[in-house]
């Protein structure tokens, strides 16, 4: 991993269209603002990491979707 | 194209019934390529998001709305540009449902729904940034609710069969 030290207003360049600039810190957090093509997801790690997770929980082992239909019997 | 999947078997795939996925699907980002295999019961509102190259791996996905008419989420722009969306007639929206062993228990993921652009064919799972749904949101009190609402009227003026 590439490691950066930036102050305050400071910015870092991915390529010539993503710039990441940190707007604050303060309290153990800091702020950031991202300027990027708008076809560039972007997401906290977290968010994307869960949906992961839940996805890998989906796709394990389907079953057999016969046993829905009783679900719905009267 | 023909498909060897765990779950169906062998099945023919039509080559415009397969739906891009440029990103993959989070967790499985190499898989590119899907097709919606739907339920051969039609009172049934369970489909297959079924991945092309890999024929062990398929979601059971449900069309949200069923049972949350109320649902709702702003596509981003970039999301709109990805998938060349042009007018909401172009999409069709899917949640994958996770069916654990007790299946009264199944949950949708509300908070990442699966948006199609049907006339592109692309298609893409999409992470709702502060979103009011759950993740696993129950689907099962609020699927059997709509579905009796459906019956209840169909009874007073029967539609002619097929």
Redesign the interface.
Known sequence: MLILTRKLDESIMLGNDIEVKVLGIEDGKVKIGIDAP????I??KE??M??????????VE??D?S???D??KK | MELHT??FGKIEVEQEKIITFP?G????EEEKEFTIIQ?P?E??P?H?LQAINEGD????IINPFIFRPDYDFKIS??VL??LKIESKEQISIWT????PEK??DMTA?L??PIVINNEEKLGK?V?L?NSPYG??HEV?NE??ES?NAEKAPSKEAPKGGV
């Open positions: 708008r076809d560039v997801d997401f906290r968010i994307y869960e949906i992961q997770e839940e996805n890998k929980e989906a796709a389907q079953k979707l046993s829905l239909k679900l719905f | 765990k779950h990103d699907i989070p967790g499985f339920n019961d009172n049934l369970f297959w791996l398929a979601f059971v722009e970039g540009t990805k994958i449902v996770r069916v299946v009264e993921n908070s990442a799972q992470a940034e993740k696993r099962i699927l059997r579905q």
